[in-house]
């Protein structure tokens, strides 16, 4: 039997492709069970230095995610001996990645990808796996799909457990059992009660941070070099342009050192006459030093560098010419306070974990953020796909 310790894109798609092939699978996941639709009740608090956007609940992060299908690391992986071509290709055709429909691109998102292209940047639409015949456009992607139109790591464990996969949710993992440096199960606490399961294959899949805390109770010494997407937000007045109900991040622009994608916040705004429907805005994303850590108590720890305030300074300045060409009052533009999402980092490929995922204790294994080598800089959910099937053909031979 493999055990996997998460349910999120890595834990998900490696619990579906074992099952599938009648493969033994218990899931282990911290939070509850829910509808796609009540995902923003399940966001994450950190300390007040830090505001990173993580979710525990079944699928993870995908679950408040922009369904974003971008691929990433290619070069860098091959440093490692790792090629997955032929995985992302699988998973892109498992999912559907696709360029969304023009039914779906929106007035804002428009504007966007007409401003990049006059501004002479590379513009396109942001391959998505979105369900076009289920959306219904309401804006609240990262609040959890209300018509659960989008893919999210929630379908593979639905998918597991049809084909005969066990899941228990609402069971926090407290020990990996190690003997001879070899793993042999966990330790989980359900309804205030310890429980085991016995296993000679554990696969991590807990995020960047519940990940490497397991790592380290097994005597592992991870949770260094953590990175996540550091991002701002920036917007402005435009009257009527209702952006906040178009799907969301259904455009790119892609520069030197930062990519740009539409996106609604309100956050933008102090002054409280200003509507949402009359908000145009942009994410600002770029790729980050790693010099962040998770200390012994869970607590995320973001140490900023110089070059990553240069490039963010510049992708602000860039998504400020956009939104004056879109024709946002210019006198308008502010910004939300700095974010993160997507962290990782913290059980890198090459360091804590070899090519084939596995620490160096026997039969453990990391799939998700936490084995990507460095920061990407763009949405990493596709690699971590793509990863984690070569991880779980690896585990079936």
């Not at 032929?86 to 055709?93: A, D, I, M, T």
Request: with cysteine; glycine share 8%.
């Amino acid at each position: 039997m493999v055990i996997i310790v998460g349910s999120g894109a890595g834990g998900a798609i490696i619990a579906r492709e074992l099952a599938k092939d009648k493969i033994p699978v218990t899931i282990i996941e911290k939070g509850p069970y829910i509808e796609s639709k009540d995902a923003f009740n399940y966001y994450d608090v950190y300390n007040d230095d830090v505001d990173l956007l993580t979710t525990t609940c079944i699928g993870g992060a995908t679950i408040v995610s922009m369904s974003n299908m971008v691929r990433a690391l290619d070069e860098e992986l091959h440093e490692y001996d790792i090629d997955i071509s032929k995985e992302y290709e699988y998973v892109e055709n498992l999912i559907k990645v696709h360029d969304l429909d023009d039914s779906h691109i929106g007035r804002g998102t428009q504007l966007f990808l007409d401003a990049g292209k006059e501004l002479g940047l590379k513009t396109l639409k942001m391959p998505k796996a979105i369900r076009e015949e289920d959306c219904i456009q309401c804006g609240k992607c990262a609040f959890g799909c209300p018509a659960d139109a989008k893919w999210s790591g929630k379908d593979f464990v639905d998918e597991a457990v049809e084909y005969g996969a066990t899941f228990i949710s609402e069971a926090e993992v407290t020990e990996i059992i190690v003997e001879n440096s070899e793993v042999k199960g966990i330790k989980y606490i359900k309804d205030n009660v310890e429980k085991s399961i016995n296993s000679d294959t554990v696969v991590l899949s807990a995020g960047a941070i519940g990940s490497a805390l397991l790592l380290r109770s097994a005597g592992i010494d991870a949770g260094h070099e953590l990175f996540f997407d550091p991002f701002v937000t920036v917007g402005g007045y435009l009257k009527d342009i209702n952006f906040n109900t178009e799907v969301q991040m259904a455009g790119l622009v892609i520069g030197k050192d930062f990519v740009l994608s539409p996106h609604f916040s309100t956050f933008t705004f102090e002054d409280e006459s200003i509507e949402s429907k009359d908000i145009l805005s942009i994410m600002v994303k770029t790729a980050d030093d790693a010099k962040g850590y998770v200390d012994d108590d869970g607590d995320v720890v973001k140490i900023n560098t110089i070059n990553d305030i240069r490039l963010l300074a510049e992708g602000v300045a860039t998504a400020g010419f956009i939104l004056e060409k879109a024709g946002v009052d210019p006198s308008t533009i502010s910004s939300t306070v700095y974010r993160g999402a997507h962290p990782g980092g913290t059980a890198p490929i090459g360091k804590i974990v070899d090519s084939n995922q596995e620490t160096e204790i026997k039969g453990l294994f990391v799939s998700d953020a936490s084995v990507l080598p460095v920061s990407p800089g763009k949405p990493p959910i596709l690699t971590i796909l793509a990863l984690s099937k070569r991880l779980s053909d690896y585990l079936k031979n």
